[in-house]
């Protein structure tokens, strides 16, 4: 995936890049790199701000909660999820909602502590 990514990056393109860094977040922390995934998280934030490209908050938003959610850090991550939810509500991205509403209740599942959801 990073090799893709510096290729796509190679030849100039940026259409789509802070999804794609988002999705390497992912593959990231799937193989326990938190570290790495949270940098991925970073890019993905700051390609967004330069591209003007922000249809794809929402889901770093989302991937940024499941990383603290896998560092055990619950209050971020249901911070991060309910930006991710207000994100994609004032997009009218529904798709991008139901992922973080659904983040937002494995978090709560898992820990026991059910949040409010509005």
């Known amino acids: 995936m990073r090799r893709a990514l510096d290729a796509y990056r190679a030849a100039g393109q940026t259409v789509g890049l802070p999804l794609m860094?988002?999705?390497?977040?992912?593959?990231h922390a799937g193989c326990g790199d938190l570290p790495s995934a949270f940098d991925c998280v970073a890019a993905?934030?700051?390609?967004?701000?330069?591209s003007g490209e922000i249809r794809a908050l929402a889901e770093i938003h989302r991937v940024e909660g499941t990383l603290h959610a896998a560092g055990g850090d619950r209050g971020a991550a249901e911070r991060c999820f309910r930006q991710a939810i207000a994100v994609a509500r004032k997009q009218a991205e529904?798709?991008?909602e139901l992922r973080a509403v659904t983040s937002l209740a494995r978090l709560a599942l898992k820990t026991g502590a059910p949040p409010t959801i509005s």
């Open 94 to 96: 529904r798709w991008w």
């Open 44 to 50: 993905a934030r700051a390609a967004a701000g330069a």
């Open 21 to 27: 860094l988002a999705l390497l977040a992912e593959g």
